[in-house]
């Protein structure tokens, strides 16, 4: 069983930076796609950031894009986001996720509450 555990969610100021994890467990991802997105209050979740395990290639939404790195470290089965600069419109609760199937995300964390403050 596949099971995702985001951390490091907080309060933050805007301009700042914070970093979340999200351990796996369950299965060797290898080759798989791992992502984060976002759901922000009376909006739909949306697409942040993904990586590829094997070979680490990235894509990002232009939202993000300059002010946030995602990252894996294979040995911890940890994926990482680096969140710089932040804006009020980050907040949002962000959710780990997994394509265990080409072309879609099938597990899902639990969610960690990132807000930005001014």
């Known amino acids: 069983q596949v099971q995702l555990v985001e951390s490091g969610g907080k309060l933050v100021q805007a301009g700042g930076s914070l970093r979340l994890s999200c351990a796996a467990s369950?299965?060797?991802?290898?080759?798989?796609?791992m992502g984060w997105f976002r759901q922000a209050p009376g909006k739909e979740r949306e697409f942040v950031a993904a990586i590829i395990w094997s070979g680490g290639n990235t894509i990002y939404a232009d939202s993000v894009k300059g002010r946030f790195t995602i990252s894996r470290d294979n040995a911890k089965n940890t994926v990482y986001l680096q969140l710089n600069s932040l804006k009020l419109e980050d907040t949002a609760v962000y959710y780990c996720?997994?394509?265990?199937?080409?072309?879609?995300?099938?597990?899902w964390g639990q969610g960690t509450q990132v807000t930005v403050s001014s």
């Open positions: 369950g299965r060797t991802f290898s080759n798989y796609a």
């Open positions: 996720t997994v394509a265990t199937v080409p072309g879609r995300y099938d597990y």
